[in-house]
């Protein structure tokens, strides 16, 4: 039964559960895997109901010996069901082989990958690669990953999209570009970011039955995040509630040309719902700020000495948005760094940060993956290639509350758990989404939530006020001020 997502492991851990349900709670092999073949072709029924002709294309190990039982299966109820295999499946031993055998025996046609041969199906079943791929696609599977990529039909991956690295995301050289991903047992962590969201499409997920007791014997560090879930740190509000109980929260940036940055962040912060924003810019801005937003309280600082009355009333600080690297800029920073506030520090405060690294569990730090890098002194090639290592990394060496943005967003902070988003979409892909958040997650620290939560709830509260916000106009176009309108009604939700 396809179940909601909310753990998700590293492949050591998924095989660790399969490895309980088998021997130490007596479910044979081959019933997880006729139990994975008939939930994947449910799924594909599901998904392209109008579908006749099945093309299973299958590898060796128990990825392979899922997709024979999805053939067979597929066969039995009428499908033009047929496998083209790459590895000899005589070759196959254990569960995988009794598959094949089954599938030979049940009638469904067999015979060897053609590269000669054109994909021709309605819909395409990988089950080449799973879990067990080390290094990268050897070059017989990466033909035959080229050529179903290459085919004009929809395509579902078994278990994992083949050629992915389940732990981190990454392609393995080259990977299928699945349509629709049926996961088994335990949800992998690596498909909902890095590359993998490229790779995946729909993420489905089965447990396939096994005893829940497995599952507390097999402890995961990471899981989905869940907005219903975060929602309880902002209970219902009195109804003799007034400014003060909310907080204030204080936006320290805007350094020429980039006004609009610290105006949007206070805007966001306000429409989180911050009892109190005021904005610090430089002196020719206030107009910019106010005006666009008249909510917003915009004091024009020239020095820092400007700066500690402001940060004296404020509950909040958020230090960054557009802030820029100029002596004003440093000036500024080294001046808000004085209180023990809590502190959200994004853009050019990551960047002041680098440059004189401290630690400081009261802060939330909002790198995206070329701040990562230089935070830790790294490339952002190595960032991308382990996220979770990355997010690991900064949690250590700045003990703040970490969020590592991209695509599959994570969160880490005193849990130490790694939350991932699964939510956001391409159309975020524009200046000043970085600036909301960071608006965002002060808006939520100033209403007394702690550090942990506010970068969580934060973290999807924009994502998807970003996917409200595409599905009503499209991705293409997508403004970071069109969230706020969404992102009121998602906190009120």
């Known amino acids: 039964m396809l179940m909601p997502i909310k753990k998700l492991?590293?492949?050591?851990?998924?095989?660790?559960?399969?490895?309980?349900?088998?021997?130490?709670?007596?479910?044979?092999?081959?019933?997880l895997m006729q139990r994975a073949g008939q939930t994947a072709f449910s799924a594909l029924q599901k998904r392209w109901p109008k579908a006749s002709r099945i093309l299973i294309i299958c590898g060796s190990g128990n990825n392979a010996g899922d997709g024979y039982e999805v053939a067979r299966i597929a066969h039995q109820q009428g499908l033009q069901a047929s496998v083209l295999y790459?590895?000899?499946?005589?070759?196959?031993?254990?569960?995988?082989?009794?598959?094949?055998k089954n599938a030979k025996k049940s009638g469904v046609p067999i015979k060897p990958f053609n590269i000669k041969e054109q994909l021709q199906a309605d819909v395409i079943v990988d089950a080449l690669l799973g879990t067990g791929l080390r290094g990268e696609v050897r070059d017989d599977y990466k033909i035959a990953i080229q050529a179903i990529n290459s085919s004009e039909s929809p395509i579902l991956a078994v278990d994992v999209p083949s050629g992915l690295n389940t732990d981190t995301g990454n392609v393995l050289g080259a990977a299928v570009q699945a349509d629709l991903t049926v996961t088994f047992v335990?949800?992998?962590?690596g498909f909902f970011t890095g590359q993998a969201p490229q790779y995946c499409g729909e993420v489905l997920y089965d447990d396939l039955d096994v005893p829940k007791e497995?599952?507390?014997?097999?402890?995961?560090?990471?899981?989905?995040?869940?907005?219903?879930?975060?929602?309880?740190?902002?209970?219902?509000r009195s109804r003799i509630s007034h400014k003060g109980d909310f907080g204030h929260i204080l936006i320290i940036g805007g350094d020429y040309g980039m006004a609009g940055a610290a105006r949007m962040a206070g805007e966001a912060a306000a429409r989180t719902g911050s009892g109190l924003t005021t904005v610090a810019t430089r002196p020719e801005h206030i107009v910019a700020v106010s005006g666009m937003c008249p909510e917003l309280m915009c004091y024009g600082i020239k020095t820092s000495k400007g700066l500690e009355q402001l940060i004296e009333k404020a509950t909040v600080l958020v230090i960054g948005p557009g802030l820029g690297q100029s002596a004003w800029s440093?000036?500024?920073?080294?001046a808000a760094l004085k209180t023990d506030k809590p502190k959200v520090i994004d853009a050019d405060g990551l960047n002041l940060l680098m440059e004189n690294p401290s630690k400081n569990e009261n802060w939330i730090l909002t790198p995206h993956p070329g701040e990562a890098a230089r935070l830790l002194n790294c490339t952002s090639t190595d960032v991308q290639n382990n996220r979770f290592a990355t997010i690991c990394n900064l949690r250590e060496k700045y003990a703040a509350t970490c969020i590592l943005k991209g695509p599959g967003t994570l969160v880490l902070g005193e849990s130490g758990k790694i939350g991932v988003c699964t939510a956001g979409n391409p159309g975020m892909a524009s200046g000043g989404m970085g600036d909301v958040l960071s608006?965002?997650?002060?808006?939520?620290?100033?209403?007394?939530?702690?550090?942990e939560p506010a970068a969580r709830m934060g973290v999807l509260l924009h994502s998807e006020a970003a996917d409200l916000a595409a599905q009503e106009k499209g991705e293409r176009g997508l403004l970071a001020t069109d969230l706020l309108l969404y992102l009121r009604k998602l906190i009120n939700a």
Do not use: H, M, W
């Not at 309980?20 to 081959?30: E, L, M, V």
């Open 439 to 451: 608006g965002i997650v002060g808006g939520l620290l100033a209403q007394n939530l702690s550090s």
């Open 186 to 189: 335990g949800c992998k962590q």
């Open 86 to 100: 790459v590895s000899e499946p005589n070759k196959l031993t254990g569960d995988a082989s009794i598959a094949f």
């Open 214 to 236: 497995i599952f507390d014997r097999v402890k995961s560090n990471v899981e989905k995040l869940n907005l219903d879930e975060l929602k309880q740190y902002l209970p219902p």
């Open 9 to 31: 492991y590293r492949t050591a851990e998924v095989r660790e559960l399969d490895r309980i349900a088998i021997q130490d709670f007596g479910i044979p092999g081959y019933t």
């Open 330 to 334: 440093k000036n500024l920073y080294q």
